[in-house]
């Protein structure tokens, strides 16, 4: 029993550290989320400081729900976050299955895969949109522009080109539009993460058991069975922990909404409430705790459907 104690009691300030670090965040966002806690009321200066006497009940949590880009913002953090999810780890299991193979210069090739992991977000998306997604100066308005210099130096063939004669001029997709911001989230997002993917993956393909890949080359498998079949439900609990991961980071997405579109069309929750601390810190805190259900509803039911699928 001694011997049980003393472990117990070195790690006990630990534990109670950790239990306030998230307890008191928790426990302060509940309470502004049930008063009236607005900074610039001047018609109402009482409401400028936390007080239980400006106890408003579900009031701010009505005015979250009844805001127009609630609900948007919700759609909008599900759709970022399960696209993220499944181009990262398809395009993981694809690059990790290719580079687990040998070949001259791996080790550079896997460093150089690995890189993207380490930039920061702001950067990130400052350099996707501006010079790969930006339709006048990036690459996209530069491969575009090309194309149509293409399709007009064919017009000039005498077989082909009546064909070409026909095709229109393309446009460049402007990224920045509310239409399309979603996308270029995505995109910028995914290339950051997909080297996360690709490193879990590939430490775990190392333990893969070959004599069973053996076996199956020998009865015939083709290359995708054997994937299918052998290296996917090896890489379940990898698949799993790299979901359970990236959603809880992908659902406070802020940096890159932020500057591809300021919130033009393409709101998540966190910028939503990054929107209300501005002036309303109790719909704000509202706002953090329907965030904090959607996170653990994704997570669960993520967690439970590759779990379920790939584990059994």
């Given amino acids: 029993m001694a011997n049980r104690t003393l472990p117990r009691l070195l790690q006990a300030p630990a534990v109670l550290m950790l239990l306030m670090w998230m307890l008191v965040p928790l426990g302060m966002t509940l309470f502004f989320s049930f008063i009236r806690y607005v900074l610039n009321s001047l018609r109402r200066p009482e409401w400028t400081t936390p007080s239980i006497e400006n106890w408003r009940g579900l009031g701010n949590y009505k005015y979250v729900l009844d805001a127009k880009d609630f609900w948007f913002a919700i759609q909008n953090s599900v759709f970022i976050v399960v696209s993220i999810l499944v181009f990262t780890v398809v395009f993981g299991l694809l690059i990790a299955v290719l580079v687990n193979r040998s070949f001259p210069g791996r080790g550079i090739v896997r460093v150089l895969l690995i890189s993207p992991f380490f930039v920061m977000p702001a950067v990130n998306a400052v350099l996707w949109i501006n010079m790969i997604l930006d339709p006048v100066l990036g690459l996209n308005g530069l491969v575009v522009a090309g194309i149509n210099d293409l399709v007009v130096g064919l017009r000039e063939f005498p077989l082909i080109g009546p064909f070409f004669s026909m095709w229109p001029e393309l446009e460049p997709i402007s990224f920045r539009s509310s239409q399309t911001s979603a996308y270029a989230v995505i995109m910028m997002v995914t290339w950051q993460w997909t080297p996360f993917a690709v490193l879990i993956f590939m430490t775990s393909l190392q333990s893969e058991d070959e004599s069973q890949k053996e076996a199956a080359m020998l009865d ?88 379920k699928s790939l584990m059994d």
């Avoid at 990236?246 to 910028?271: C, D, M, T, W």
């Fill in 220 to 307: 015939g498998a083709s290359p995708w069975s054997q994937f299918i079949n052998l290296t996917v439900p090896h890489l379940a609990r990898p698949i799993a922990i790299v979901v359970m991961i990236q959603s809880i980071f992908h659902l406070s997405l802020y940096a890159e909404i932020e500057i591809v579109s300021r919130g033009n069309g393409n709101k998540n929750l966190p910028y939503l409430i990054g929107e209300f601390t501005s002036n309303n810190i109790g719909a704000a805190s509202a706002t953090g705790i329907f965030a904090v259900i959607l996170a653990n509803i994704i997570a669960i039911f993520l967690l439970r459907m590759v779990g």
